[in-house]
């Protein structure tokens, strides 16, 4: 059973940092792209980034790029979400998700609990 556990969120003020983490198992972790998604106070579903299996690429939602970092640690079963310089707009529900292929994509085929990330001073 493919499993996605999300730690790391919290409160934030603007300007400041926070760091997710999502510890994968049920799966062989390096052959699989992963991608972080968000929902905000009365938005959908929006997709924040993705990382290859590998972590040789990545890709991130304009709003975010300079801003947040997407790394993954193979030996670990965990990839991560750096976010820097966060603004109230950040707050959001954020979610990791598998990709079913290697490469980042907007499928999705198993994803975490979710976990609060709120941006405030």
């Known amino acids: 059973q493919v499993q996605l556990v999300e730690s790391g969120g919290g409160l934030a003020q603007p300007g400041g940092s926070l760091r997710l983490s999502c510890a994968a198992s049920?799966?062989?972790?390096?052959?699989?792209?992963m991608s972080w998604a968000r929902q905000a106070p009365g938005k959908g579903l929006e997709w924040v980034s993705g990382?290859?299996?590998?972590?040789?690429?990545?890709w991130y939602l304009d709003s975010v790029k300079g801003r947040f970092t997407i790394s993954r640690d193979n030996a670990k079963n965990t990839v991560y979400l750096q976010m820097n310089s966060l603004k109230p707009e950040d707050t959001a529900l954020y979610y990791c998700a598998k990709n079913p292929t290697p490469d980042w994509t907007y499928e999705y085929d198993a994803w975490g609990q979710g976990i609060q990330v709120t941006v405030s001073s």
């Open positions: 049920g799966f062989t972790f390096s052959n699989y792209a």
């Open positions: 990382i290859y299996s590998d972590g040789s690429d990545t």
